[in-house]
């Protein structure tokens, strides 16, 4: 059973590998305060687990380069615009020089996820914000201006990057529509005008859609999507193809610049939490389960999970060799079969 149970209220809610070693972000969602719990496993080492509290509110983790130490180490990015080298002290440095944006607007809000993408680390967020991380120039924005929904106050929440063959990137998430009249709606219903208040909703009230757009050379393109759901992964896959996923289980691969083509859909509407190649074959990891794909005949089949294991985060090759990320704790497949990689009670304090 997973290590983290019904009586502790910590979850793990991001990570990120580099094969041996796995780093974990933990947040307390019922607290409310905010600060955030990193955990780095190192199987072997001398220090096999390691605890950094960040007084933060920590939106995703990701695998970097220290420019200053040249090796592998792991960044943290906070909603507020830090950026955290997980280094022996963290090092803290800032996104967006102009800080964090309670007011969402064009090219300013809080950021959201770190990605990879043509070989480089993006920091992605709200108001269409995409920034790359150089060594030597710290954060630099992809593009002077954000790119715009149709109806310019939709927000756009990008959420995923992946670079494309032909040498553009794509960005993916969400966007949001703002309802202006929000207080004429409640006032209706307020005075029991049910009628009113239903047509105003019907009228006023539009639904988060997922969105992806293309960045080449140097311009902004809006492209369509097959179907509706947030776009959560842009994966690149072998031969410069790239794939995308969507929170309603939608897998599809971007064929042309402008053309989405369908690959995969879930049984039933299940986010896709991670799009990953392993052993050959893009995997498809759902809440509760993980999808093989055959690309070549165009079949799949499930990979068994861990008992417990039911709000699956990330999966991270290593070679024949992998960790499983769920919500509530690690496992590591061990060649045939998942082995759960027990996290100390002392550090889930």
């Given at each position: ?8 209220t ?5 990570s ?10 933990l ?38 380069s ?24 963290p ?19 809080m950021l ?32 002077p ?18 670079a ?19 207080d ?6 307020t ?18 859609y ?17 179907a ?67 690309l ?54």
């Amino acid at each position: 059973m997973p290590s983290i149970t019904d009586k502790n209220t910590l979850r793990i809610f991001a990570s990120a590998s580099d094969g041996p070693t796995v780093c974990l972000a933990l947040k307390d969602f019922e607290a409310g305060d905010g600060d955030s719990l990193v955990l780095i496993h190192s199987p072997g080492a001398a220090e096999v687990w390691r605890r950094i509290e960040l007084p933060f509110d920590i939106m995703d983790v990701a695998l970097t380069s220290d420019p200053q130490r040249r090796q592998a180490t792991y960044m943290a990015l906070a909603s507020t615009g830090e950026a955290v080298v997980l280094t022996d002290p963290p090092v803290v440095s800032r996104v967006n020089a102009e800080g964090v944006f309670r007011v969402i607007e064009p090219g300013k809000g809080m950021l959201s996820a770190l990605n990879i993408a043509g070989g480089s680390l993006l920091a992605l967020g709200r108001g269409g914000q995409a920034y790359r991380f150089g060594s030597e120039d710290g954060w630099q924005a992809v593009s002077p201006v954000p790119p715009l929904e149709d109806n310019p106050t939709d927000h756009i929440n990008f959420l995923c990057a992946g670079a494309s063959a032909g040498g553009g990137l794509y960005f993916g998430g969400v966007s949001e529509p703002q309802t202006k009249s929000f207080d004429e709606i409640v006032a209706l219903l307020t005075r029991g005008d049910v009628e009113g208040f239903a047509n105003r909703i019907i009228t006023d009230v539009r639904r988060n859609y997922g969105t992806l757009w293309l960045l080449a050379e140097g311009a902004w393109r809006k492209v369509d999507l097959p179907a509706s759901g947030t776009v959560t992964n842009l994966f690149e896959w072998e031969g410069g193809r790239l794939f995308l996923s969507t929170n309603s289980g939608l897998v599809a691969e971007i064929v042309a610049a402008d053309q989405v083509e369908e690959l995969y859909v879930s049984g039933e509407p299940k986010e896709v939490a991670d799009l990953v190649g392993w052993q050959g074959q893009p995997m498809v990891v759902l809440t509760d389960e993980i999808v093989t794909l055959d690309l070549e005949a165009g079949t799949s089949e499930n990979l068994p999970v861990p008992d417990g294991f039911e709000a699956l985060q990330n999966l991270h090759p290593d070679g024949d060799r992998a960790w499983l990320v769920d919500w509530l704790g690690l496992a590591r497949w061990n060649g045939s079969d998942w082995g759960e990689v027990e996290i100390p009670r002392a550090l889930l304090r």
